[in-house]
């Protein structure tokens, strides 16, 4: 077999399996709706969020794929779940807030925010 057959087929095989891969992997679409509601965030989970907001603020960093700026972003949906929920999982996990800032929420903040995403953000009194 010629040199170039050698490798050449091999590089063909390949280029076709990922072409077939790629073609058979639909993509995810993410997307972000938030709800509409009135009302605020009860001010003691407000001052706990600030934290969160180093990234899921205005306007979103690090990849961040919502806000938690209002009510409505938190009760809003992100690819079939509540922001809420996902939120909740993320800090049980302690997946969020990743460092730097996962030293500047108490393990107390943490719990308390976790509760009141499970109990679905209800509304509160809003901080002067």
């Known amino acids: 077999m010629p040199k170039a057959s050698r490798w050449f087929l091999p590089l063909v095989v390949s280029v076709v399996a990922l072409a077939a891969c790629a073609e058979?992997?639909?993509?995810?679409?993410?997307e972000f709706t938030p709800a509409s509601v009135?009302?605020?965030?009860?001010?003691?989970?407000?001052?706990?969020?600030?934290?969160?907001?180093?990234?899921h603020g205005s306007p979103?960093?690090?990849?961040a794929p919502f806000p938690l700026l209002r009510l409505g972003d938190i009760r809003g949906s992100y690819n079939g779940k509540t922001v809420a929920e996902r939120a909740a999982s993320a800090l049980t996990t302690r997946f969020m807030p990743q460092p730097p800032y996962d030293k500047e929420l108490t393990d107390d903040q943490r719990a308390r925010l976790t509760s009141w995403f499970q109990m679905g953000a209800p509304l509160g009194m809003r901080c002067n």
């Open 38 to 55: 009135s009302g605020d965030i009860p001010c003691e989970f407000d001052k706990s969020l600030a934290v969160c907001r180093n990234c």
């Open 24 to 30: 058979e992997t639909p993509q995810e679409t993410l």
């Open 60 to 63: 979103l960093k690090s990849g």
